[in-house]
C-alpha cells in the first residue's frame, strides 16, 4: 500500500469508529446514591443524633455515672504503669515525678534530682506512673531506674542519666503512706464537720466504717433501691490509723461522692495502696 | 450544629465536619418492655445483635472493631460472671439482678456512649457530660481487653486460666503469688467494674 491510501484507510477507520460509538444510557435514579447515602462513604465517626436531651436522657442508664466512684475511677485517660508494663487508668495509678532535689537535705550532694511520688494529680514536671500497690513498688524498687519519665531521656537541653537522681523507694512505703494519712485526717475531719452541721440534702453513696471484718472495698444494698442499687463501703480498719478510728468512732457515715469527690477518692487510693501489705 | 464547615443532609443521617450522626436509631435500640414480652433466650440474642449493630459506632480502626466484638461475644458466651463477682469478694447481701436485666442495661450503656445531643437544647451539658463518661469508660475497658488478650497471646497455657476461666487474678489473695502480682493494674480495674455494675446494675 501507498503511502497516501495508508493515510486515507486511517482517517476512514478513524471516521467509521466516531459513528459506532455506544451512547451510554441515562442513570436510572436522579441523584447518584454516592450523594443521597453519603453516611455511608464520609468516612467521618458515627453518632446516634438526638435533637431531645430527654429523649436521650431516656435511652441511657438510670443513674448518672458522674456520682458514681467506680466510674470516676474508670474514666480517667489511660497511662503506662512502668512497673507492670501494663496500662491502666491514671487515678488507678501513682504519679511519680522528677524535680530538682533539696540540696540540704539530700544525703547525697552529687546527685542534683530526685524522683517522688504525688498524691495529687498535678501537671508540672517530667511524670511517669506506677502502680499504687506497696507490694509491687516494694518487690521492684531495685529496678526504679526504669520509673524515670521518657520525657528526661529525650531532653536536648540536659542528658540525665542514672548517676544524676536519687531514688528511694523507702519514701514510697514510709513516707507517701504518711503524706496521705496526713490529708486523709485533714479531710476527714473537715468533712465530718461539714455532714454533722448541714442538714442531709442528697442521698449518701458512699459509706464510711471501721470494722475488721469487712473486706477494704465492697459494696453492699442501698437502703434506699429507688434513688441508688447500691452503697458502696470503704473501711478504714486496714489502715490501722487511731487517729482515723477515733474520728470514725465505730460509726457509719454516710457522704455523698458528689460532695466528697476528692476525699473518696482519696480513701480508695490508701485503701488500694495499702491493701496488699496489711494482712 | 454550632460547628464549621460543611454540613451534608441524607435521609438517614447529617454529615459535618466532624461526624456522621445517624437519625434513625429503631435499628439499634431494644423495644419498650422487652423483657416481659420476649422469651428469654430471644431477648439475650436481641441485646447481642443490637451489640453488634453498634460495631461501626464504637471506632473508626478495624483493631478496636475486632477487640469490641471479640469483648461481646466474649460476654455472651463465654464469660461465668456470678463466678467473678464471687471471687472478687466485693459484694454481701446484694440483690442480683436478673441475666436479661443487666443485658438491656450494657446494651443501654453502650448506647449511651455513641450517643450525640444537639448543641444548646436544654439539659444539653448534664447528658453530654454523662454521655462522654461512658464513652470514655467504654475505652478503656476496650483497652484493657486488648491488654488482657495480649497477655493471654503471649502465654495462653498460664494466662487464660488465670484471666478468663478461675479469675484468680481478682481475688483478695492474689498479692501473696508473685505471678498474680503482674495482673495488678487489671486487677484494680476489674474490681472497680465489678463494683460498677453492682452499682448500676449492668454486666460490663
Known amino acids: 500500500m501507498s503511502k497516501p491510501n495508508a493515510l486515507k484507510g486511517c482517517l476512514e477507520s478513524l471516521v467509521s469508529l466516531e459513528k459506532t460509538t455506544r451512547q451510554p444510557s441515562k442513570p436510572s435514579c436522579g441523584t447518584s446514591p454516592l450523594i443521597s447515602n453519603f453516611e455511608k462513604w464520609s468516612g467521618k465517626p458515627r453518632k446516634l443524633y438526638s435533637r431531645d436531651a430527654q429523649y436521650a436522657k431516656k435511652l441511657c442508664l438510670p443513674s448518672g455515672l458522674s456520682s458514681n466512684i467506680f466510674a470516676q475511677l474508670l474514666t480517667s485517660p489511660m497511662r503506662l504503669d512502668r512497673i507492670t508494663r501494663v496500662r491502666a487508668p491514671k487515678e488507678l495509678l501513682v504519679q511519680v515525678k522528677l524535680r530538682k532535689a533539696d540540696i540540704e537535705a539530700s544525703v547525697d550532694r552529687s546527685k542534683p534530682f530526685e524522683l517522688r511520688p504525688t498524691i495529687r494529680m498535678e501537671r508540672e514536671l517530667p511524670t511517669s506512673y506506677v502502680s499504687n500497690s506497696s507490694a509491687l513498688v516494694h518487690k521492684r524498687s531495685s529496678s526504679d531506674m526504669k520509673w524515670l519519665p521518657s520525657s528526661a531521656n529525650n531532653s536536648n537541653i540536659r542528658q540525665i542519666n542514672q548517676a544524676d537522681f536519687v531514688t528511694q523507694p523507702e519514701w514510697y512505703l514510709q513516707d507517701y503512706t504518711k503524706e496521705l494519712l496526713g490529708s486523709l485526717r485533714k479531710a476527714l475531719s473537715s468533712a465530718l464537720i461539714h455532714v454533722e452541721q448541714e442538714p442531709r440534702k442528697s442521698h449518701g453513696d458512699i459509706v464510711l466504717v471501721c470494722n475488721p471484718r469487712l473486706p477494704a472495698i465492697s459494696v453492699r444494698k442501698s437502703k434506699k433501691p429507688s434513688v441508688v442499687l447500691a452503697t458502696t463501703l470503704l473501711n478504714l480498719d486496714p489502715v490501722k490509723d487511731p487517729e482515723v478510728e477515733k474520728l470514725v468512732n465505730n460509726r457509719e457515715i454516710e457522704l455523698s461522692f458528689s460532695e466528697h469527690q476528692s476525699l473518696c477518692l482519696l480513701i480508695y487510693r490508701l485503701l488500694a495502696f495499702q491493701a496488699d501489705c496489711t494482712k | ?204
Do not use: W
Not at chain 2, 430471644?42 to 443490637?50: F, G, S
Open chain 2, 1 to 204: 450544629m454550632a460547628s464549621r464547615g460543611i454540613t451534608i443532609t441524607t435521609k438517614k443521617a447529617i454529615i459535618t465536619s466532624k461526624s456522621a450522626l445517624i437519625l434513625n436509631h429503631d435499628k439499634f435500640l431494644p423495644p419498650t418492655n422487652i423483657i416481659n414480652e420476649y422469651p428469654h433466650d430471644d431477648v439475650l440474642r436481641m441485646c447481642y445483635r443490637r451489640h453488634m449493630r453498634l460495631k461501626p459506632f464504637i471506632s473508626q480502626r478495624s483493631m478496636i472493631q475486632t477487640t469490641y466484638v471479640d469483648y461481646v461475644r466474649y460476654k455472651y458466651k463465654n464469660e461465668d460472671y456470678p463466678k467473678k463477682c464471687r471471687t472478687s469478694g466485693m459484694g454481701h447481701d446484694l440483690p442480683v439482678n436478673s441475666v436479661l436485666q443487666q443485658a438491656e442495661l450494657s446494651l443501654r450503656f453502650c448506647l449511651q456512649a455513641v450517643m450525640y445531643v444537639k448543641k444548646g437544647v436544654p439539659d444539653e451539658s448534664s447528658v453530654s457530660r454523662e454521655i462522654r463518661l461512658s464513652r470514655n469508660m467504654l475505652k478503656n475497658i476496650l483497652a484493657i481487653e486488648h491488654e488482657k488478650a495480649k497477655l493471654i497471646a503471649q502465654n495462653p497455657r498460664q494466662n487464660y486460666p488465670i484471666l478468663r476461666e478461675t479469675f484468680s487474678y481478682i481475688s483478695p489473695t492474689a498479692h501473696k503469688s508473685s505471678l498474680l502480682l503482674r495482673f495488678n493494674a487489671l486487677r484494680e480495674f476489674d474490681m472497680c467494674l465489678i463494683g460498677f455494675n453492682m452499682c448500676m446494675g449492668t454486666k460490663l
